[in-house]
């Protein structure tokens, strides 16, 4: 992982970004401190599967939200 200068990223910004678009992860600095990480896009599977696995590691508890709105809507109606 490369860590660079704010000042020194602006002048090399092209060299940087073809880095960055072949992997590599790059974290800017200003005055010594991290403030910025410039990271390649993860490809349209990526982002699926990683949305597929924070799906899959939710747990509903109680009644489902139809199941709700079915209830509420009778009571309403009686």
Do not use: C, W, Y
Not at 2 to 24: C, F, Q, T
Not at 44 to 64: D, V
């Amino acid at each position: 992982m490369l860590r660079i200068s704010v000042e020194e990223a602006a002048m090399n910004l092209k060299s940087l970004l073809e880095r960055v678009a072949r992997g590599e992860e790059v974290i800017l600095l200003d005055q010594d401190k991290a403030i910025a990480r410039l990271v390649p896009l993860l490809q349209k599977e990526e982002q699926l599967a990683s949305m597929k696995q924070f799906r899959n590691s939710l747990s509903i508890k109680g009644e489902s939200l139809s199941a709700t709105v079915i209830n509420a809507r009778t009571e309403e109606h009686r």
